[in-house]
């Protein structure tokens, strides 16, 4: 138990400390590289993150791949959120159909 609540207590200092850091430091970044390189870190990571598991997030590769293809074609154009994900739900559904 002891252990736990250690291992809370140190998640909870690790996800604070770089929300809090930024405020305790007020001084504007005065480099136009580092402030862009910062603005993009956010996106890098999510795709990051998010790419591979798109790829193995349905039975088929090509499936995925279809998908994958549907939404960003849609988020290039502009379209909402839901949209993009509704679109890529159903190319996925109707490309399952396709391979069964």
């Known amino acids: 138990m002891t252990r736990i609540l250690l291992a809370v207590f140190l998640m909870a200092l690790v996800s604070y400390l770089p929300r809090v850091l ?3 430091f ?11 390189f910062l603005y993009y870190v956010p996106f890098a990571a999510l795709g990051a993150l998010t790419f ?6 349905t039975g088929h590769l090509a499936s995925a791949t279809v998908g994958m293809v ?3 074609a849609l988020a290039f154009r ?10 890529a739900a159903i190319a996925v559904y109707l ?3 396709l391979l069964a």
């Open 22 to 24: 930024p405020m305790a």
């Open 26 to 36: 007020r001084k504007k970044i005065q480099s136009p590289f580092l402030r862009s």
């Open 52 to 57: 591979p598991h798109i790829l193995y997030s």
């Open 70 to 72: 549907v939404a960003l």
């Open 78 to 87: 502009g379209k909402d959120l839901l949209t993009v994900a509704v679109a």
């Open 95 to 97: 490309c399952q159909l």
